[in-house]
């Protein structure tokens, strides 16, 4: 059996010493060489002499004044926190509300939109006739007439042999169907095809009378017509809203009325006196 030397030993032994991280015992110069990469690998030389930190920059005024004024105290954090949601409980307590839109003037201005096209925004006329400045009223002195008109549009009128609408008497001339530029008004309730309701024209026509028209709700010629069927307090407008009348049927039903409606109907018919 072959003796392995002693310096062979030590030579392996000093090896594995170093690569576990170690520092060799013994003084073989191989050895010493490894140890030496691996140290100085592991950790860079310092440098000679260590440069002391310069000294802090002192605070300029406005830190310096942040650092020492008076900070809001931990414990009135909570109220302050609380202040947005007063901030909006605020704002909500002293804007206006918003009424909701109903009654017959209401519902009459949303409707008009579908009328503006022919009639004008302000019912100054265009496809179809002026409103505006008492035209309107002129021709229909009566809202029922107006709202038997709406009603059925011009062509039933026609079909009818009827060769008038509203007031034969009126003052500048009697309107006949189709008169105004051989234009038509077209239909509005549903017997006649067209696509609104009772409640919905009567608020059209309040809407064209009281806003559109000229006619003075406080005036002694427009109060009580205004009162009973325009005003939010119109039962027959409530109860057409309901559904519980209908052009045909609210004359005799509202008989008892102080100012009693005369028909309206949806039958082209000539207008009352
Ligand atoms: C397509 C156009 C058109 C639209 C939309 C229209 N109208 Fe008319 N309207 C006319 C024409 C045209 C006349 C004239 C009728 C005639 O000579 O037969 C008229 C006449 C009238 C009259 C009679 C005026 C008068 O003094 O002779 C009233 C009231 C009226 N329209 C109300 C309405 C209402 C309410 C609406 C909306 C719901 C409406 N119109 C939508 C074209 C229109």
Redesign the pocket.
């Known amino acids: 059996m072959t003796e392995v030397p002693d310096y062979l030993l030590k030579r392996s032994k000093d090896r594995r010493t170093v690569l576990e991280g170690g520092t060799p015992t013994g003084d073989a110069p191989a050895s010493k060489e490894v140890a030496k990469a691996a140290t100085s690998s592991a950790a860079p030389a310092l440098p000679a002499e260590v440069a002391p930190p310069p000294p802090p920059k002192p605070d300029p005024a406005y830190v310096v004044a942040a650092k020492t004024r008076k900070k809001i105290p931990y414990w009135a954090m909570a109220t302050l926190s609380l202040l947005p949601v007063w901030a909006f409980m605020y704002l909500l307590a002293v804007s206006p509300q918003e009424r909701e839109a109903s009654g017959p003037m209401a519902v009459g201005e949303a ?2 939109s ?2 503006a ?3 004008g925004a302000a019912g100054q006329g265009g ?5 505006h400045e008492g ?2 009223l ?3 002195p009566h809202i029922e007439d ?1 709202l038997n ?2 009603y059925t ?2 062509q039933p ?1 026609v079909s009818a042999g009827l060769v008038v ?2 007031d034969p008497s009126r003052e500048g001339g009697a ?7 051989g ?4 239909s ?1 309730g549903e017997k006649w095809g067209g696509g ?1 309701t009772d409640y919905e ?1 009567l608020g ?2 309040c809407h ?1 009378r009281y806003a559109i028209g000229g006619a003075d709700p406080k005036s002694e010629q427009w109060a009580a017509e205004y009162a009973t069927w325009c005003s939010e307090d119109s039962e027959i407008f409530a109860a057409l809203e309901a559904g519980t009348v209908n052009f045909d049927t609210l004359a005799e039903t509202f008989k008892m009325l102080e100012t009693a409606p005369r028909p309206v109907g949806t039958e082209p018919r000539p207008a009352g006196k």
Do not use: D, W
Not at 127 to 131: E, I, K, N, S, Y
Not at 183 to 186: E, G, K, T
């Open positions: 409707a008009y579908a009328c096209s022919c009639h496809a179809g006739r002026v409103l035209e309107v002129k021709t229909f107006m008109f709406v549009g011009s009128f609408y509203g309107h006949a169907p189709l008169s105004y530029n234009n038509a008004m077209p509005q609104l024209i059209v026509v064209e």
